[in-house]
Nanobody, 127 residues
Framework: QLQLVESGGGLVQPGGSLRLSCAAS????????IGWFRQAPGKEREGVSY????????YYRDSVKGRFTISRDNAKNTVYLQMNSLEPEDTAVYYC????????????????????WGQGTQVTVSS
């Protein structure tokens, strides 16, 4: 069974940090681009960060640049999202997703390019 499982969410005060993990089972992430998405209450799901499968190139949405870092450990079949300097606006359910690269060999910027999704992990930033 092909599965992605997120972990590491929780309640944190503004300015705090969390590290989300996305572990794959049933398939290897080596050839997949990975995206982290989030959905806040009453809002549409949005892409937060992506990492490529071959060269490890990355993308961050403007609101998280300099605060979040995406990384992958293919040996552990796991992708991470290190989140620092968290803000209340980061509160959301965070999802990881895996998809084959686009014809250009890089990640898709839309969730339509991702085939496998985790169940999500809640991140709440509040004092």
């Amino acid at each position: 069974q092909l599965q992605l499982v997120e972990s590491g969410g929780g309640l944190v005060q503004p300015g705090g940090s969390l590290r989300l993990s996305c572990a794959a089972s049933g398939f290897t992430l080596d050839y997949y681009a990975i995206g982290w998405f989030r959905q806040a209450p009453g809002k549409e799901r949005e892409g937060v960060s992506y990492i490529n499968s071959n060269d490890g190139s990355t993308y961050y949405r403007d609101s998280v640049k300099g605060r979040f870092t995406i990384s992958r450990d293919n040996a552990k079949n796991t992708v991470y999202l290190q989140m620092n300097s968290l803000e209340p606006e980061d509160t959301a359910v965070y999802y990881c997703a895996a998809g084959l690269p686009n014809p250009g060999g890089t990640y898709y910027y839309t969730e339509l390019g991702y085939d496998y999704w985790g169940q999500g992990t809640q991140v709440t930033v509040s004092s």
